[in-house]
């Protein structure tokens, strides 16, 4: 199984004579966090079908809501994760920072992607609509917008220091914006107010338990993804400069 | 019973949707590796050659 | 003084370069009336729908032409190669970025000034409003100031026609929500209505300041 490691075969790169070799040293930080993740999804699992009771109102369905609101949550700490790294990145020139940078917003893209699918089927169960157009849903759509644009932009203009400075302004923009827009949709459902997606009222220890370590799970399983992306950047610059050397 | 559908249609989405991500990245990862080891193969032969510039 | 010597030398040399070939000004020109145009076919436009719908599409189609000439005019930047030279000279990136916004404007300004009227025409709505003059102002204003900046963002790229709105449209969607509704209240007014030329104010501030900041980056060889 291709985990990564810290082992990224630097050391081969300057000594001439050396066998090469697959990689030599165990992905300790990945497998840790790999089993740290695995043992709390089947915390999580356990707790949300076996541990929590069903709610009264919505029945069954409303147990999407443990998996959902953690996976929403991290999708937006990936962008907070994307606009520190993007600023770190403009100041420090540091290619390390649009690493984290890169892997932030492709694992954050997942996340919100994920989440606006499960809060969609979330939504329907127990609103009986698909989609609506309130503050926090279209926040949220817009966000995954922002993530494609980065995506897009980045891939696009390739592996260069330009490529890594456009990203950063645009996630710095971005992260400055989604604020602005959040209060400018509510001003403007105030005038239409209709169906709000959430839990309203104050929640059972139950449920906050249940959510709380679903939230650790998911947040052990982005830190999981991270390394591997940032290894995965890591790697590719490297093959990308010893290209370079070449010719 | 139609919400258990619905339960398990989503759960069942992320699952598929993260195991299939993880299966994108150990690919790419794999990828990378070998990009990489070809590119040190040409590194290590260019040193070996006499320069010649 | 020298920053806006340099801001209006430059200025003048884009608006100079785009007197001369007329093409941006006419194709964004008819490109909003087309829009305003197709609405009428899209939506029912009787009389008291009008003032429902009618903020609505003007605002389509001012965001679309603007997003037209943004794209237009870092384009014909590239072709001729006069960015390059211009970053050689060491001139302030602001000057450059507030220079390129003030241009972008102007064009935006002139296609929105010929609309206005035939809009007005078109779906019958008593437009020449006092207030409607900021509004106007002010959203053109927010939407040139982040699309300049993603202009020379995007200018870099191959697909840079199609990568400029993907980036500029999510952004710019609280101009977009405050103009619409601001320019509704002026056709029909509303109590409570939230204070959206304030909030177009704000966001103008902002990320003029941020873009002004920020665009050394983006073109930074």
Known sequence: ?247 | MQGFIYLVSAYAIVWVGLFAYLAVIMMRIRGVRTELAAVQELVREQQEKPTTS | MIFLEQVITILWKDVRYELRSKQMWTGMGLFALLVLVIFNFTFDLRVDNAAAIAPGALWVAFVFASLLGLGRTIAAEREIGSMDRLLLCPVDRKAIYLAKLLGNMLFIGVVEIVALPIFAALFNVPLFVGALLPIVLLSTLGIAAVGTLFSAMAAATRARELLLPILVFPLIVPIVIGAVRATGTLLAPAVNEPPWLGLIAAFDVIFLTVSMLTFEYVVEE
């Open chain 1, 1 to 247: 199984m291709a985990l990564a490691n810290r082992d990224t075969q630097t050391e081969r790169q300057n000594s001439t004579i050396g066998t090469p070799g697959q990689n030599t040293r165990p992905p300790i930080a990945s497998l840790a966090l790999l089993t740290l993740t695995f043992i709390g999804m089947m915390t999580s699992i356990f707790m949300i079908f076996l541990y929590v009771p069903t709610d009264a109102i919505e029945g069954i369905p409303q147990r999407i809501f443990y998996f959902h609101v953690p996976i929403a949550w991290i999708g937006m700490l990936a962008f907070g994760v994307l606009a520190v790294a993007s600023i770190g990145y403009l100041w420090k020139k540091d290619e390390r920072w649009d690493w984290l940078a890169r892997a932030s917003a492709e694992v954050g893209t997942i996340f919100i992607t994920l989440a606006l699918i499960t809060g969609s089927i979330w939504g329907r169960t127990t609103w009986g609509t698909w989609w609506t157009w309130d503050a926090r849903l279209t926040t949220t759509l817009i966000l995954w917008f922002i993530y494609i644009g980065y995506m897009m932009l980045r891939s696009y203009m390739g592996r260069t220091p330009a490529s890594a400075r456009s990203g950063a302004v645009l996630a710095i923009i971005g992260v400055i914006d989604i604020p602005i827009i959040y209060e400018s949709v509510n001003w403007w459902r105030t005038l239409h107010p209709q169906a709000e997606v959430g839990t309203p009222g104050a929640l059972p220890p139950e449920v906050v338990l249940t959510l709380m370590i679903s939230l650790v799970t998911f947040t052990l399983l982005y830190s999981f993804l991270m390394l591997q992306i940032y290894q995965l950047q890591k790697m590719q610059a490297l093959a990308q400069q010893l290209h370079a050397n070449i010719e």
